[in-house]
């Protein structure tokens, strides 16, 4: 029942979604897409990919979600991640070159960003259990004891042995931030092995996109309106990007006492940052800038868009608390509200 509560919750968090197959006259003729949803990391994935040879092409890229949800699922005790966070004070523990890939990508996003992404939250997200705990929010005093145990600096990676050390018992690492969106990029990559060269993956407001549309048009994706499920609150063309991920309150969250709490925390107070309530980001997969719109989040709209500069070609829209939105100059005439 409980396992079953939480799909269902899961499927009315889609945030994003695909705009405009195409129906014109040229749609008679146009190729046949595979399209495939799956529940995984816990939520929905959709891959679309046309071209021949599409249909075992998409499932080598649902492979890669697999994988990479076995090593870092930290709900699973036998997740490599489970490993490390169980080892926590004790043992440094060997893992997959892939989970080193991951931490080494998130600690240098914790330098970039003020540390307001750092994936050891672990402590705070487990304490606070949004979308796991039901309504519970926790004590000062509780908070205050999980706050030492949050440090990006003290995590140990030793890419030659490739093994990850946590010094203090008690610390724990959540790769909910990141592995989507890695998964996300090994499923492109097994998309384009295989020759694919028109796709969309959506893996829960990570999306992921390999050329255009079948008929030529860029892909466009939808943003959800933070407060109205059914509507949207804007529409991106993907012309110039073929990543875009957003991170908001909505996807996971609670209220209590008119008080919304949601999944993000942030990792220096260890509570929820409420300037914003959604953030999108798009950018091109070569220039690596991964995994920004939890740290978005936090930051908020000012210093948000300050750190946004360090990476060029990387745009932003935030949705502040007050319904106003914020959009970066690169985005402009590639977003409709
Ligand atoms: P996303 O929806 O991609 O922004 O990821 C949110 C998830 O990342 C949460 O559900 C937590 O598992 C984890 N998380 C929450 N706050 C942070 C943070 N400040 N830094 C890194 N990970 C976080
Ligand atoms: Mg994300």
Redesign the pocket.
């Known amino acids: 029942m409980k396992g079953l509560r939480r799909i269902l919750l899961s499927i009315s968090l889609i945030i994003l979604v695909v705009l405009g197959a195409g129906c014109g006259p040229g749609a008679l003729f146009a190729p046949k897409p595979y399209k495939e949803t799956q529940f995984l990391m816990d939520t929905i994935i959709d891959i679309t990919a046309y071209g021949q040879g599409n249909e075992a092409a998409v499932k080598t890229a649902f492979d890669e979600f697999k994988r990479i949800n076995e090593l870092t699922n930290r709900f699973d005790e036998n997740s490599q991640v489970s490993k490390i966070n169980q080892a926590a004070g004790k043992d440094k523990v060997q893992v997959d070159p892939d989970v080193i890939a991951m931490l080494k990508l998130?600690r240098s996003r914790s330098e970039q960003l003020d540390g307001?992404?750092?994936?050891t939250?672990g402590a705070?997200?487990e304490l606070w259990g949004?979308?796991h705990k039901g309504e519970f929010v926790p004590s000062q005093a509780e908070i205050k004891a999980a706050l030492p145990l949050v440090d990006y600096r003290l995590l140990e990676i030793d890419d030659k042995a490739n093994t990850v050390f946590l010094p203090k018992t008690g610390m724990s690492i959540?790769?909910?931030?990141?592995a989507?969106?890695y998964a996300n990029r090994k499923a492109i990559d097994a998309l384009k092995a295989k020759g694919i060269k028109s796709a969309l993956v959506n893996a829960?407001?990570?999306v992921r996109v390999i050329g255009t549309r079948p008929d030529g048009q860029p892909w466009r994706v939808g943003v959800q309106d933070p407060r109205n499920t059914e509507g949207l609150a804007a529409k991106i063309s993907l012309s110039d990007w073929d990543s875009l991920?957003?991170?908001?309150d909505y996807?996971?969250f609670f209220i209590k006492d008119n008080v919304r709490y949601a999944?993000?925390?942030?990792?220096r107070t260890g509570v929820q940052p409420r300037e914003v309530v959604s953030v999108t980001i798009v950018s091109k997969s070569d220039n690596y800038a991964d995994?920004l719109?939890?740290?978005m989040?936090?930051l908020g709209v000012e210093r948000g868009q300050e750190l946004l500069k360090q990476y060029p070609g990387t745009e932003a829209v935030f949705i502040t608390n007050d319904g106003k939105k914020v959009v970066t100059p690169g985005l402009a005439g590639k977003i409709e509200f």
């Open positions: 998130a307001a992404l750092d994936i939250v705070l997200t949004v979308g959540d790769l909910g931030a990141v989507k969106s829960g407001g990570e991920e957003t991170s908001g996807q996971r999944h993000i925390i942030d990792p995994v719109s939890t740290a989040f936090v």
